[in-house]
């Protein structure tokens, strides 16, 4: 009798952890979403910004996909990441990864980032990233329900990716453009979060 072929899993993409830890890890994840993961030069740039930042940081990553940015920081040693993914393929890929790397510093959320950042804080982060959908309206409007909620540490510091034709997003005023960068097609900047301005 024949034997059945081990099934294939399902095609997707490959995630390359850069730094730390787990450097040259490579990882899958799947296709669904149209995931696009934050390329291995804009990583780079973007975890020298923050090379003093991340050791024993906790980070929230918002539209986490591959979990490019958090599993990045995980790596770098961050204390932990919460990542927060809509679609449930792509959150159950997260939870693989984190099993196959053995850490128990991660927190998959399989939720909307909307109704996830909805409710107060259970404690701010340190660093949040955001790699949302392009051309849909949302940094503007997750920047206000992280600051109303509690969800980012004064002090802390937020990092958005969008696309290039569009102005830098405005910030809450508590907020200072701490860096930029172009590369091609897309802007990401660092956000630092201070106090509120006096009037």
Same mark, same amino acid.
């Given at each position: ?10 095609r997707g ?6 730094g730390?830890d787990?450097?040259s ?10 995931v696009?993961p ?10 020298n910004?923050?090379?003093?930042? $991340? ?15 958090g599993?990045?920081?995980l ?5 932990s990441?919460?990542? $927060?993914?809509?679609?449930?393929t ?18 998959? $959320? ?18 949040v990233?955001m ?11 997750i920047?206000?329900l992280l600051?109303e909620?509690?969800w980012i540490?004064?002090g ?14 405005v910030?809450?005023?508590e ?8 590369a ?13 301005n006096?009037?």
């Amino acid at each position: 009798m024949a034997r059945k072929r081990p099934s294939q899993p399902s095609r997707g993409g490959e995630l390359n952890i850069i730094g730390g830890d787990w450097r040259s890890r490579k990882l899958r994840f799947s296709d669904a979403g149209g995931v696009r993961p934050t390329p291995a030069r804009t990583r780079e740039t973007l975890f020298n910004w923050l090379a003093n930042e $991340v050791p024993g940081s906790h980070c929230l990553d918002l539209f986490s996909g591959s979990g490019a940015l958090g599993l990045e920081a995980l790596s770098r040693g961050a204390a932990s990441a919460t990542l $927060v993914e809509h679609n449930r393929t792509l959150a159950d890929a997260l939870r693989d990864n984190l099993s196959l790397l053995k850490s128990r510093d991660g927190n998959v $959320v399989c939720q909307s980032v909307d109704p996830f950042l909805a409710g107060p804080a259970p404690r701010p982060f340190d660093l949040v990233f955001m790699d949302p959908p392009f051309r849909q309206g949302w940094l503007e409007r997750i920047f206000t329900l992280l600051m109303e909620n509690g969800w980012i540490s004064t002090g802390g510091l937020v990092y958005a990716e969008y696309e290039s034709e569009r102005s830098t997003p405005v910030a809450p005023p508590e907020w200072q453009l701490h860096r930029q960068k172009t590369a091609g097609q897309v802007t990401y900047c660092l956000f630092k979060v201070g106090t509120k301005n006096p009037a």
